[in-house]
Nanobody
Framework: HVQLVESGGGSVQAGGSLRLSCATP????????LGWFRQAPGKEREGVAT???????RYADSVKGRFTISNDVGRNTLSLQMNSLTPGDTATYYC???????????????????WGQGTQVTVS
């Protein structure tokens, strides 16, 4: 599996914005899924947003309209723009990546295989 590296976490007041980035080396061709997941203390990991190699994005209901996932293939960088943050968004955020067969969906509940070390987002 490929080691992914996140950046961009931090502390922000409610209503503020943060942008997370993740280096995704090797995911520039073929069929693959990329995604952002998060885990708050005492809670299970949940899928936040995913994007396929074809650009199809999926979002958790809790972040729709506030978060935007994007993939810059040329820079091997996956991003998550987070706006209108609330304390409920406080968690460790992880990026993930994995190869897929043609037509496989990039589900929010899937384990893509390769993970980053996580970056903390705190909203107060």
């Amino acid at each position: 599996h490929v080691q992914l590296v996140e950046s961009g976490g931090g502390s922000v007041q409610a209503g503020g914005s943060l942008r997370l980035s993740c280096a995704t080396p090797g995911y520039t061709d073929g069929f693959y899924c990329l995604g952002w997941f998060r885990q708050a203390p005492g809670k299970e990991r949940e899928g936040v947003a995913t994007i396929s190699s074809g650009g199809l994005a999926r979002y958790a209901d809790s972040v729709k309209g506030r978060f935007t996932i994007s993939n810059d293939v040329g820079r091997n960088t996956l991003s998550l723009q987070m706006n209108s943050l609330t304390p409920g968004d406080t968690a460790t955020y992880y990026c993930a990546a994995g190869r897929r067969r043609v037509g496989d969906p990039c589900l929010l509940g899937a384990d893509f295989g390769s993970w980053g070390q996580g970056t903390q987002v705190t909203v107060s």
